[in-house]
């Protein structure tokens, strides 16, 4: 099987290493759906800094529109969108991708995503609601879940040589969600075997209970797998066979169309 485009990050000398850039977007980094507003203290402590380094961030970030503050609290302002949306502008397929989603999710009537393998994590780049689940496990573009114990993780470490396979497993901190989820990197090993062998995959409530998700690859026009394509099914008593007769063909035909709409 091709491999993923995914690149580790390069390795570079230690007098090219911006500190001053890695510590901005920690800054930034710091802010979250649960902490959308904090102190100049809260970011302090999340971050590490001491409060005077904070301090010259977040004002040097406020000069440049990317943070504001009233009175004591500092937030986001909409101009941090920007960072996100350079990564998916630079992907020339993720409309596609979303409109291919929506219609999709439309189709099934259940939620589908469009997931990057980052690291140990996916990252959505497409995502759509459906209407009866509109809000999924809060669920959206940008949205980060731990690759190993969602269906379009797996499919993409599959797509892994053995030995990348190998190394990305030894390399990943395995934690148990629920008590469905593997733990063990023998068991793991074996379900990407069958991954490989299927070309599907189906994890069954590893995440959350009552959440079960089947993936597919999206393969570019020369084979490789470049991103996954899942479903999320919130049916307690569902069969993995009906799961398969009901869902992957449609899943299927909607990864072969956003393949369709990769550049050569």
Do not use: C
């Amino acid at each position: 099987m091709p491999k993923p485009t995914t690149r580790k990050p390069a390795t570079r000398p230690r007098f090219a290493f911006v500190q001053s850039l890695e510590r901005g977007l920690a800054v930034i980094k710091s802010f979250d759906e649960a902490h959308p507003e904090q102190t100049l203290a809260d970011v302090a402590k999340a971050t590490g800094l001491d409060r005077a380094a904070a301090r010259r961030f977040l004002l040097t970030l406020e000069s440049l529109g990317y943070v504001e503050h009233g009175g004591k609290l500092f937030r986001l302002r909409p101009q941090t969108l920007q960072l996100g949306y350079a990564y998916l502008s630079s992907l020339p397929w993720w409309r596609s991708a979303q409109r291919i989603s929506e219609h999709l999710t439309g189709r099934i009537g259940i939620s589908s995503a469009v997931g990057v393998l980052d690291r140990h994590d996916v990252v959505y780049v497409a995502y759509a609601s459906a209407r009866r689940f509109p809000l999924l496990l809060n669920r959206s573009v940008g949205t980060h879940l731990p690759a190993i114990t969602s269906a379009v993780g797996r499919v993409m470490v599959a797509a892994l040589s053995k030995e990348e396979e190998r190394a990305w497993l030894a390399s990943v901190t395995l934690e148990r969600y629920t008590p469905l989820t593997r733990t063990s990197r023998t068991e793991i090993g074996r379900a990407l075997d069958e991954v490989r062998k299927s070309g599907f995959s189906i994890v069954d409530q590893e995440l959350e209970i009552g959440l079960r998700s089947v993936g597919v690859p999206i393969r570019n026009k020369g084979g490789a797998v470049v991103a996954g394509l899942s479903a999320s099914i919130m049916e307690p008593q569902i069969s993995r066979e009906a799961i398969i007769e009901r869902y992957l063909k449609p899943l299927q035909e909607a990864a072969d169309e956003i393949t369709a709409t990769l550049p050569d």
